[in-house]
């Protein structure tokens, strides 16, 4: 059985290190991508099962990126979680219409963010 596919888009390179071995221990294949134009590339190769979208990127921030994807019929139904510094009462309506999975504020822990991987590309829960 093919690993299901985890890609994170955010310029942090910590909360990217420390996905990679978790998201790996979990047995996920981990893909990452430090700006929205190298989200837009990387699904031209290989589309992911879920997509960790930080808001502030460096170039195209993360709500235009996921408008543009969303755009395409083909990326359409790719589950998307949003992982922000940014408090979600304070843009949380912008992504409505976006529809997005889940909206997670940083700092965030790892055990609800996998949870909430798990819900999204439709696995059972862990316990």
Do not use: C, Q, W
Request: proline residues 4%; negative net charge; without cysteine.
């Amino acid at each position: 059985m093919d690993k299901k596919i985890v890609l994170l888009v955010d310029d942090d390179p910590d909360i990217a290190k420390m996905l990679k071995v978790r998201m790996e221990a979990e047995g996920y294949e981990f893909k990452h991508v430090g700006d929205g134009k190298g989200l837009l590339e990387i699904l031209n190769i290989k589309k992911p099962d879920v997509i960790l979208l930080d808001i502030m990127l460096p170039g195209m921030d993360g709500y235009s990126v996921l408008r543009e994807m969303r755009k395409n019929e083909k990326y359409v139904d790719i589950p998307v979680i949003i992982l922000s510094a940014k408090e979600k009462k304070k843009v949380g309506d912008l992504f409505i219409l976006e529809k997005i999975e889940f909206f997670i504020e940083k700092p965030f822990d790892t055990k609800d963010l996998l949870e909430k991987i798990r819900i999204s590309i439709g696995e059972k829960g862990s316990g």
